[in-house]
């Protein structure tokens, strides 16, 4: 299974090695982490992916929620947040593909931001089911270089309190 | 008014009741040593910083307090890392105070520097570098607040050279303005948990409480005996809780797991609800967990919300105190009838005792037991890691709380002596029995020039049978008698180095010897140590094999089953 957790944490220094710390001492696997500053300059939000049976996904949570400086552990369900990941790729695409690449990177709403003779380098952002989605429609062509923000969470403002996820 | 760095840290200590120190100065510790010699409480100087710690942590499981260690920085502060993980496995609070190269100097590669903030953070609750003199009188409440509290544990504040002696405005007693969160509080008590523990206990049959270190920390042992006595309940106590409930109780089952009593494991596989208080189902507790409790529903009291469903899925979970638990329950409580369950386990305490043979040779065994016989079980028993530790927690039989000082979740062999000595400063007018190994005791020796120098009078047997005895148990058992690299045929004399520190020294290789020796290091007016040479293949019985379920435990060595 896999969960993603929204933490906010103190903005201190040594944060993120207590952090990245407990997952690998305690052998739970990341597959992304991402930090940046909140609307508080004092709190940090990280976001991280975790892969894990359902019983440790739960351990988790309890551990960091014992770590000194953080503050709040959210076990986010995608029914219940927005979630976002920002990609940078270049797709090879000689004279002959350039148009089809563009085409689609068009129909992901990705937006071309670099090009020589033989690649397209492009930006997208979505939810983890688009980038996923992205990536293997643009395997066939190659892609020589990648990387990805990790993903981003904000739980959905105003949602009703009796408002029963769907499964 | 002003005050420089190392000022205010002793200043918000003192105001914490901190009242012992254990250390050793170096170079970028030297101002806070200037400073300490002012502090109004006794610091001792030990040989090696593990010492310290160990002797900080032995002093914490005995009277409660909190002391801090205090090195210098680099290999000083390095040294000190067997004994934060000591202490974090145990939960023992400590307070180490690390000594820092300059901030300017920082990730130089400065001379005796190294990253003692990175390399404390999986060993230590909580952690700091000050880097600013602004913050000591904040951050040094935080760590006693987070060693002290809720789960206890050790904690480190490294201490740069510059900000110990940087001065700054201070303020006593006065909460200082922070930016960082309040206290985390603990949930309420459990209410609900608690109703169905108590239908549970009403519906059992055949129900046994295991008690663990919670009981010791949380100072419930009163209430659990009120508890097990009044509902009839048999008591198990793990490693750590042992001393938690009468050991010469009736009602006392003994230690569980791989080397426990057999009746502790028979009750544990045949109970149908097990009560866990403060236990965290260790994996030398549960052996093979499918085969832990097979027909039991399980209940857990603990303060550490990770620990309930960490390895074993509880039916019943209550966050809390220990103590606080157990006197709701005292009040709401009606007995139960669990006279055939009284009687099961009555007779399997009477058909398998633990028991040992006789051959003429100094038996380990028996020398506990005589020290056991001497104390009445009224001293503080402190051990190594081993064989003799095993030995010590089956055969004393402790008569209250805080008198057991033993090294249970890391295993910290060398553990002992310091713990010892530190436990001796905790409570001067108690016996301290130091029941060592040879191995244990070599790797740290060098403290009974501690012992020596401050008169420490601890009593210590050492069990000597010239082998790392469990790995030569498992060598034994596991590895078709290759004893690979197990035997000490040249140990030293250890009656002789004990002299040699200044400290009585006496080998015992007569078994009629044994009594006597005990009895005279009992009067001596100072340490003493007894090199005792015991049977050297004396091997821990039951035992259940590493990996296998409880219901696999051995009872005695394999070739005495074939005969009998």
């Known amino acids: 299974m896999r969960q993603v957790y929204s933490i906010l944490v103190n903005n201190h220094a040594g944060v993120l090695s207590h952090v990245a710390g407990l997952f690998t001492r305690r052998g739970y696997n990341i597959e992304s982490i991402a930090a940046g500053p909140t609307e508080d300059a004092t709190i940090t939000r990280i976001v991280i992916v975790a892969i894990g049976e359902e019983n440790e996904l739960d351990q988790i949570a309890k551990q960091l929620r014992k770590l000194y400086d953080v503050r709040e552990v959210e076990q986010i369900s995608y029914n219940q947040a927005v979630t976002r990941e920002l990609v940078l790729a270049t797709i090879e695409a000689p004279i002959n593909k350039r148009s089809e690449v563009i085409q689609l990177a068009n129909a992901f709403g990705a937006q071309v931001i670099n090009m020589t003779d033989d690649t397209v380098t492009l930006e997208a952002s979505g939810n983890d089911h688009k980038v996923r989605t992205l990536l293997k429609a643009f395997e066939g062509y190659g892609i020589s270089q990648m990387a990805r923000t990790g993903m981003i969470s904000l739980p959905y403002d105003g949602m009703p309190e009796d408002w029963e996820p769907i499964a | ?433 130091l029941i060592d190994g040879d191995g244990s005791f070599a790797m740290t020796l060098v403290e009974l020039a501690t012992a020596a120098t401050y008169n420490v009078p601890v009593k210590v047997a050492i069990l000597n049978n010239a082998y790392l005895g469990m790995v030569r148990q498992w060598q034994e058992l596991f590895f078709e008698k290759r004893y690979s690299h197990s035997h000490y045929p040249e140990n030293p004399d250890f009656g002789t180095i004990a002299e040699g520190y200044g400290v009585k020294g006496i080998n015992i290789t007569d078994v009629n010897e044994v009594r006597n020796s005990l009895e005279t290091a009992a009067e001596h007016d100072g340490p003493v140590v007894l090199n005792f040479l015991v049977n050297k293949e004396e091997n821990v019985w039951p035992m259940v094999p590493a990996g296998a379920g409880n219901d696999e435990m051995q009872l005695a060595p394999p070739s005495r089953e074939a005969k009998s």
Request: a negative charge.
């Open chain 2, 1 to 433: 008014m002003e005050l420089n760095g190392s000022q205010i840290m002793i200043e918000e200590l003192k105001a914490a009741g901190i009242e012992m120190a254990f250390g050793i100065p170096g170079g970028a510790i030297m101002p806070f040593y200037d400073e300490l010699l002012k502090a109004d409480f006794p610091h001792i100087l030990t040989r090696h910083e593990q010492g310290a710690a160990h002797m900080a942590d032995g002093y914490a499981r005995v009277s409660g307090k909190v002391a801090i260690v205090v090195t210098t920085s680099g290999p000083g502060a390095t040294n000190l890392i067997t004994g934060l993980a000591n202490a974090q496995m145990d939960s023992v609070p400590l307070i180490a105070v690390t000594g820092q190269v300059a901030t300017n100097m920082i990730g130089t590669d400065a001379f005796q520097e190294a990253d003692v903030y990175g390399c404390s953070i999986p060993v230590t609750k909580f952690n700091w570098l000050i880097k600013d003199v602004n913050e000591i009188q904040h951050v040094t409440r935080e760590a006693i607040r987070m060693a002290t509290t809720g789960r206890p544990g050790p904690v480190l504040l490294d201490f740069p050279k510059d900000i110990q002696i940087t001065k700054a405005e201070y303020t006593p007693r006065e909460s200082a303005g922070s930016p960082l969160p309040a206290p985390r509080q603990y949930p309420e008590l459990d209410m609900e948990g608690i109703d169905k523990l108590i239908e549970a206990i009403e519906r059992a049959e055949r129900p046994v409480i295991i008690g663990g270190a919670g009981i010791i920390k949380s100072g419930a042992s009163e209430e659990l005996a009120k508890f097990a006595k009044a509902a009839g309940i048999p008591v198990i106590n793990t490693l750590l809780g042992l001393g938690g409930f009468p050991g010469t109780d009736e009602l006392f089952l003994g230690m569980p797991g791989m080397h426990g009593t057999a009746y502790a494991n028979f009750a544990l596989c045949e109970c149908d609800l097990l009560i866990n208080l403060g236990a965290r189902f260790d994996d030398r507790v549960t052996g093979k967990v499918s085969s832990f409790c097979p027909n039991a529903t399980i209940a857990h009291v603990d303060i550490d919300d990770a620990e309930i469903d960490k390895r074993v899925h509880t039916h019943i979970p209550i966050l809390g105190n220990v103590r606080d638990v157990l006197i709701t329950l005292n009040e709401r409580l009606t007995p139960g009838d669990y006279d055939e369950w009284r009687q099961t386990w009555t007779d399997w305490k009477a058909n398998y005792p633990l028991q040992y043979d006789w051959d003429g040779s100094i038996k380990p065994q028996y020398v506990i037991d005589q020290i056991q016989e001497i104390t009445e079980g009224n001293g503080i028993y402190v051990t190594g890691v081993g064989q003799h530790q095993m030995w010590a927690a089956q055969f004393i039989r402790f008569n209250e709380p805080k008198t057991w000082v033993t090294s249970g979740g890391l295993g910290t062999m060398g553990f002992g002596l310091p713990a010892a000595i530190g436990a001796k400063f905790a409570r001067p007018e108690k016996d301290v029995w």
